[in-house]
């Protein structure tokens, strides 16, 4: 009772209200809600911590920025229920909403312009002239339909997967090391029926989340990248929960040697002895993948589902 008494009294405030109804849009840094909002950095400081200390929002640290998203669970499906009661044609929240968006363009403005100044393509997939429909369609198709409970997405690009699966997970988490593709992913999640998808900076190889936290998760192009695979598998075996799934998209072996300098790619794909050594190594199996068939330029991608291996499990137990 005193918790849900303590979050039925931060939210009870205009600015603490009006933050709530952003943050259920999306993930925003200090500055850009004071310049949404018209307020001053050390007000509005002051109503975000009542919020985070309230279990409403959760804070994450980004470089020199702090970023404010919805927390999960329960808390924000009080606030979804309150919100709920407000009156869209309210003056302030309608200008938030006008703010909100005007920021929300120019995140993908600045984002796209600097994709184009380096040369790189948001999509890799597209950049490789593989079929991504095609990859998606056979990801899709490997997994259950149900509930997939709480999914995290290391190396999660433009956000791509978690708008996706959104329909089938609970939340959705994706980390990437880069903050170029993080304000992608925010712009492209920015949308309430994908506000229990979030994203964070977060080094792949010491991932900072609990063990056993997450029942799917996912690493679609990202091992080819690593220069210690297995150090990946790892951290994504120990974030795994009880009976959950790891899913891996990633190139099919190739001679494309021009893409280490290219594309900065480590590894030219892995076949299907290599990826199972890999996932024996942290305690993970798994069937032979689906292959993808491949593009115009010979390319083939690979999918595999693991899961915990019988021994893991057992340990797991005691």
Not at 159 to 179: F, Y
Not at 258 to 280: N, Y
């Amino acid at each position: 009772m005193e918790t849900l008494v303590a979050a039925l009294a931060a939210a009870a405030e205009p600015t603490r209200l009006r933050l709530l109804a952003l943050a259920a849009r999306g993930a925003f840094c200090v500055n850009e809600l004071c310049e949404i909002t018209g307020q001053s950095q050390p007000g509005l400081s002051r109503h975000l911590r009542l919020l985070c200390e309230a279990g409403l929002l959760v804070r994450s640290r980004e470089g020199a920025h702090a970023w404010f998203a919805l927390a999960q669970g329960a808390p924000a499906s009080l606030v979804r229920d309150l919100l709920r009661h407000a009156d869209d044609r309210d003056p302030r929240l309608a200008a938030d909403r006008r703010g909100a968006a005007r920021i929300l363009a120019e995140r993908a403005r600045q984002a796209s312009e600097k994709f184009r100044r380096a040369g790189a393509d948001w999509d890799e997939m597209r950049a490789l002239d593989l079929s991504a429909e095609q990859v998606e369609q056979a990801l899709l198709a490997l997994l259950p339909e149900a509930s997939l409970g709480h999914a995290l997405d290391i190396g999660t690009g433009t956000g791509r997967l978690l708008e996706l699966l959104a329909p089938r997970i609970s939340t959705g988490l994706g980390i990437d090391a880069s903050p170029t593709m993080l304000a992608l992913a925010r712009v492209r999640l920015a949308q309430p029926e994908l506000a229990h998808c979030t994203v964070r900076q977060a080094d792949m190889y010491a991932l900072p989340l609990h063990d056993s936290a997450y029942d799917l998760v996912l690493l679609q192009m990202v091992l080819h990248y690593a220069e210690d695979p297995a150090q990946v598998l790892h951290e994504a075996r120990r974030v795994l929960a009880p009976g959950g799934r790891v899913a891996i998209v990633d190139l099919a072996p190739h001679t494309r040697t021009e893409f280490r300098e290219r594309f900065a790619h480590r590894a030219l794909g892995f076949d299907s002895d290599t990826m199972c050594r890999l996932l024996r190594q942290v305690g993970l199996a798994a069937p032979p993948p689906i292959s993808v068939g491949a593009g115009g330029n010979g390319l083939a991608v690979h999918i595999w589902r693991a899961t915990a291996t019988q021994s893991a499990l057992t340990e797991e137990t005691v």
